[in-house]
């Protein structure tokens, strides 16, 4: 059994990377600018996003707590809620990258997926415990 010392720095690179990963790396010009838009184009952009973040968060829970699986689910949705709530407001304000409120509601986009991440990892280190 690996001590929580060692589990909990190890959990949060893994879900900083993950996040650096799923926001930055994988997510395509075409999901960023589309998954706040109304209809079809913005759900499609969007579910695809989620869906790689929920991905990623399943296979490290496989690694890490299998018997937590489902919170990959979990992230998905959340994920995208956060996401879709972000791209609605922007969108609706006309905010862009000249905007110091876009940058304000993109910190607080991070920020809000950051605590996510470290209620997975309280969980992870529950199950461990238990």
Same mark, same amino acid.
């Given at each position: @059994? ?7 720095? &190890? ?7 993950? !996040? ?6 994988? !997510?395509?010009?075409?999901?960023? @600018?589309?998954? $706040? =838009? ?10 695809? %996003?989620?869906?790689? /973040? $929920?991905? @990623?968060?399943?296979?490290? @829970?496989?690694?890490? =707590? ?5 919170? $990959? ?5 959340? %994920? ?27 910190? &607080?986009? !991070?920020?809000? /997926?950051?605590?996510? /991440? ?10 461990? =415990? =238990?």
């Amino acid at each position: @059994m690996i001590s929580w010392i060692v589990l909990l720095p &190890l959990l949060y690179l893994t879900f900083r990377a993950k !996040q650096f990963a799923g926001d930055f790396l994988l !997510q395509t010009d075409w999901m960023a @600018m589309n998954k $706040g =838009a109304p209809g079809l184009a913005g759900y499609t952009a969007l579910a695809i %996003h989620a869906a790689i /973040h $929920g991905a @990623m968060t399943f296979l490290i @829970m496989l690694v890490f =707590a299998p018997g937590l699986w489902w919170l $990959g689910l979990v992230d998905c949705v959340v %994920h995208g809620t956060i996401d879709r709530t972000k791209g609605i407001i922007t969108r609706r304000y006309g905010w862009g990258p000249n905007d110091r409120w876009f940058w304000w509601s993109f910190g &607080l986009d !991070q920020e809000a /997926h950051n605590l996510t /991440h470290f209620a997975y990892i309280m969980l992870v280190l529950l199950s461990v =415990a =238990a």
